[in-house]
């Protein structure tokens, strides 16, 4: 299994931006599909975003298309997640997630390994 951990949480403001990072361990990174997930309060965790091995494929949940986007640096073992435009219904804790097969990860049944989370809040 791959280590992840997430950074770049925090507070902003409505209409703000974000970056978070997510640093793999060990050196089979590269075979891994993507992805973040995020939970809020009360809620069930729910897909963000997803990225393939070689980053020709994304997705996206339809609450954060065009705002949201994801990316990944191999030769780093590490995937980013862009987020802009931020809204309040965007907090929650954002987890990152390596993917149990080659397929993006669009459920939380397609994930082998979690991150611990980082928190993003936004409000005024």
């Known amino acids: 299994q791959v280590q992840l951990v997430e950074s770049g949480g925090g507070l902003v403001q409505p209409g703000g931006s974000l970056r978070l990072s997510c640093a793999a361990s060990?050196?089979?990174?590269?075979?891994?599909?993507m992805g973040w997930f995020r939970q809020a309060p009360g809620m069930e965790r729910e897909f963000v975003a997803a990225?393939?091995?070689?980053?020709?494929?994304?997705a996206y949940a339809d609450s954060v298309r065009g705002r949201f986007t994801i990316f990944r640096d191999n030769a780093k073992n590490t995937i980013y997640l862009q987020m802009n435009s931020l809204k309040p219904e965007d907090t929650a804790t954002y987890y990152c997630?390596?993917?149990?097969?080659?397929?993006?990860?669009?459920?939380?049944?397609?994930?082998?390994?979690w991150g611990q989370g980082t928190q993003v809040t936004v409000s005024s």
């Open positions: 060990g050196r089979t990174f590269s075979s891994y599909a």
């Open positions: 997630a390596a993917a149990r097969s080659t397929l993006l990860p669009r459920r939380t049944r397609d994930v082998g390994s």
């Open positions: 990225i393939s091995r070689s980053s020709s494929t994304t």
